[in-house]
């Protein structure tokens, strides 16, 4: 007597004494799209790039995900606003990245000895300020993720 051990529409599993059958009515094709799919999602997961990528990830809002990578210079004025890129965001979600002095990295934002970098968005694009000349025209590339404006 066989015996169904799980049965659904894409996979039935029966056992008859010591015997176990596998059936599938799953189509070969469709399984061939769903992970191509999944693998450009993972791709973009993954993908670190100056033009704009749709990560695959939503906010909290519902919204999409992006990233993109900037690099940049540092301003040349200590404790002034320097737009770093025009990117027009709705939400900031993450941000990371590296000035460099030398060989030298350092982090984009922080606060050290009274020395502080500091990330600001608005609609109109990301900004820096720094309050230490060291920073004075350094290169510098951020990692930012965002959502955008949507209608």
């Given at each position: 007597m066989a015996v169904n051990?799980?049965?659904?529409?894409?996979?039935?599993i029966t056992q008859t004494g010591d015997n176990i059958q596998?059936?599938?009515?799953?189509?070969?094709?469709?399984?061939?799209?769903?992970?191509?799919?999944?693998?450009?999602?993972?791709?973009?997961?993954q993908t670190y790039s100056t033009n704009e990528v749709n990560t695959?990830?939503?906010?909290?809002?519902?919204?999409?995900?992006y990233r993109k990578v900037v690099q940049t210079?540092?301003?040349s004025t200590i404790n002034s606003w320097n737009k770093i890129v025009n990117l027009s965001i709705d939400t900031l979600?993450?941000?990371?990245g590296f000035w460099v002095s030398g060989t030298d990295k350092y982090p984009?934002?922080?606060?050290?000895?009274n020395e502080?970098?500091?990330?600001?968005?608005n609609q109109n694009g990301i900004y820096e300020m720094h309050n230490y000349t060291f920073v004075n025209n350094k290169n510098a590339t951020l990692i930012l993720e965002y959502t955008k404006t949507t209608n």
């Open positions: 051990l799980i049965n659904s529409a894409d996979i039935e596998l059936s599938t009515t799953v189509d070969i094709q469709t399984l061939e799209s769903n992970v191509s799919t999944n693998t450009s999602n993972i791709e973009s997961l695959g990830k939503v906010w909290i809002d519902g919204k999409p995900i210079t540092m301003g979600t993450r941000k990371d984009i934002e922080r606060s050290y000895n502080e970098i500091t990330i600001y968005y």
